[in-house]
């Protein structure tokens, strides 16, 4: 059971401190630290002042009272803890494992699992640590590390996005901004930001560059191998009013599809492209409810279910 006290300072001011109790209402551990907070079914994360650490149930310290911050990663069952960097360059990230074994240190501006929980994404860039960023924030130099530490994607990308056998990465280093009155004047949206020429390039986890940085957008489909492209539209992010994530999307420019092993299926020459969970249409004319017009002239491709993407 925890418990508070008050804690004279030397201040003559006292501040409320937390211990913890045994089912008699003995002391077990005293009222010496600011808040414990559970991580997992066998530990806590204890604070003091700007500090914090990691106690398990037992009450043993396994990592010390030293980091400002500490996260739990349940799927890889690591504490991520970021050191005090007092020039503020740069982040220090510390490893543990459920014990406390130290893993590994990993020196970049960010270092979260918002991209997918068994992975790394790193950020080698300057960034406010105690910003939430979500995966579809485009905060610059984004890599992706596996969960013995590999280098999966350099840091040097702007977004990446994950898929079951293929990672899609943005540049965006050769993009310039540009604007859309239709986004302006939407009275629903938040904000909203276009950009033109960036470039999306797709990986496999095995390092391989499966499409290179040649289209303005790319986009998975059903089936694993198998990629909508756009060679020309306009990359845009929209965020919703009542929504906390904004969304990126593409406008514009023409449609085509293409393999994981960089072969054309479908020339990007269709101004529209519909796709349902096994087949994927691409047509040139549509009436303002998204009706295909010229369906005689559409292209129906039909998607592997074996190869299915999640």
């Known amino acids: 059971m925890f418990f508070s006290a008050f804690v004279e300072k030397t201040d003559g001011y006292s501040q409320t401190k937390t211990g913890i109790l045994d089912e008699n209402f003995e002391i077990i551990l005293p009222a010496i630290f600011d808040s414990f907070q559970e991580l997992n079914p066998k530990s806590f994360r204890v604070s003091n002042g700007s500090f914090c650490g990691v106690m398990t149930t037992t009450f043993e310290m396994i990592i010390p009272l030293t980091f400002r911050e500490i996260e739990y990663n349940e799927t890889l069952e690591v504490f991520k803890a970021r050191e005090v960097i007092n020039n503020g360059d740069h982040a220090v990230y510390h490893l543990f494992d459920q014990t406390g074994r ?60 994950q898929g079951r056998t293929s990672i899609i990465v943005y540049d965006r280093k050769n993009a310039a901004p540009n604007f859309d009155h239709d986004f302006v004047n939407s009275p629903s949206l938040d904000s909203f930001f276009v950009l033109d020429g960036g470039k999306c390039a797709v990986f496999d986890y095995n390092q391989n560059l499966q499409i290179p940085l040649v289209y303005n957008w790319i986009e998975p489909t059903f089936d694993s191998t198998l990629f909508l492209i756009n060679p020309t539209g306009l990359l845009y992010y929209s965020r919703y009013i009542q929504d906390d994530k904004g969304h990126w999307g593409v406008q514009g420019g023409k449609w085509g599809l293409i393999s994981n092993s960089n072969k054309i299926i479908v020339a990007p020459v269709y101004n529209f492209v519909a796709h349902y969970d096994a087949k994927v249409i691409f047509y040139n004319q549509q009436s303002d409810n998204g009706t295909i017009l010229d369906i005689e002239n559409a292209i129906t491709i039909l998607l592997n279910p074996e190869n299915r993407n999640s």
């Open 102 to 161: 130290f893993l590994k240190k990993l020196e970049y501006g960010l270092v979260t699992f918002e991209n997918d929980p068994s992975y790394y994404t790193i950020y080698d860039t300057k960034v406010r640590s105690d910003v939430y960023y979500d995966h579809t924030d485009m905060i610059g130099n984004r890599g992706l590390l596996d969960r013995n530490f590999n280098m999966i994607i350099p840091p040097v990308y702007d977004m990446i996005f």
